[in-house]
């Protein structure tokens, strides 16, 4: 069982940066890939990105590469997302979530189990 508490978000400027931080509980941190989506107002929750449980394999939506690098350090059970130039159609909540199975989908949220409380992230023009 692993539990996720999100910290970060806010607001901030077109063309700014925010990093959001996840910190996870339980011993079984370490063998989830991790995720992170978002939903905006009326929205269905995205896809952002993916760690894989080592970081040597990381996933993003075409929306963000090249913006946004989500890192983690297993020996303090936290995953991060680091978001670069950020643009007003990214305003929405962002969620971490930890993967259930490793053959399943990085970025498919139905195939995440563990999820944080969420962090709005507004950004203005």
């Known amino acids: 069982q692993v539990q996720l508490v999100e910290s970060g978000g806010g607001l901030v400027q077109a063309g700014g940066s925010l990093r959001l931080s996840c910190a996870a509980s339980?011993?079984?941190?370490?063998?989830?890939?991790m995720g992170w989506f978002r939903q905006a107002p009326g929205k269905e929750r995205e896809f952002v990105g993916a760690?894989?449980?080592?970081?040597?394999?990381?996933y993003y939506a075409d929306s963000v590469k090249g913006r946004f690098t989500s890192s983690r350090d297993n020996a303090k059970n936290t995953v991060d997302l680091t978001m670069n130039n950020l643009k007003p159609e990214g305003t929405a909540v962002y969620y971490c979530a930890g993967r259930l199975s490793p053959r399943s989908s990085y970025s498919e949220f139905r195939d995440y189990g563990y999820w944080g409380q969420g962090s709005p992230v507004t950004v203005s023009s």
């Open positions: 339980g011993r079984t941190f370490s063998t989830h890939a």
């Open positions: 760690i894989a449980r080592g970081a040597g394999f990381k």
